[in-house]
């Protein structure tokens, strides 16, 4: 069943809607936003941070639980979102099918609406708690990390240079162009 783009709804709504579609979507403020099919970079890219992070934490036998799109993430009452890739480190906030809350860290390649990456998501992010966002821009091939701890930190990195996992507190790092 398509879902009416132009209503509102709450966050609950939309989980009893969306087992009724294929259409891959979030909810923003309320607003259903779909979201377009990601092509081979992105998916290069996703699934090469997730699979870095997850070793990671296996050989550190951390707690941390590492995700990839599409897993709902309820930030608010009328917000639902599907990062790329994401940690979520207090498992509490976990149940069979989604997280509540902030994930830890969040990582976004940048697709068809480079504004919800760049701001939107910025915003929603930084104000939700989560404590640092990476936006990876394969037409720019460098990767913007916010950290969100005391202050915002910005650092940029092109993907020839190995970004730091910032909640790892740089024991991990990823070269985004080893992975594709």
């Known amino acids: 069943m398509p879902l009416h783009q132009e209503n509102r709804y709450t966050a609950d709504e939309y989980f009893a809607l969306t087992p009724q579609t294929s259409e891959r979507t979030e909810l923003i403020g309320g607003k259903i ?3 377009t099919a ?3 970079i992105h998916q290069d890219i996703a699934g090469g941070i997730y699979a870095e992070i997850r070793q990671f934490i296996r050989n550190k036998k951390g707690n941390c639980k590492p995700f990839i799109a599409p897993f709902d993430v309820k930030l608010t009452d009328d917000t639902v979102v599907q990062p790329d890739v994401l940690v979520v480190c207090d498992t509490s906030r976990l149940d069979d099918k989604r ?5 830890d860290f969040i990582a976004e390649i940048v697709s068809s609406n480079r504004f919800d990456d760049y701001n939107r998501k910025l915003e929603l992010y930084k104000l ?6 990476w936006v990876i821009d394969p037409i720019e091939r460098k990767t913007t990390v916010f950290t969100f701890e ?6 940029f990195y092109p ?4 970004v730091p996992v910032n909640i790892y507190k ?9 992975l594709l």
């Open 170 to 178: 740089g024991e991990l790092s990823i070269v985004i162009a080893d």
């Open 150 to 155: 005391d202050t915002v930190n910005i650092s």
């Open 33 to 35: 936003v779909t979201q």
């Open 38 to 40: 990601s092509g081979v």
């Open 128 to 133: 939700s708690g989560v404590r640092e966002y």
């Open 159 to 162: 993907f020839e240079t190995p």
């Open 99 to 103: 997280c509540y809350g902030a994930p």
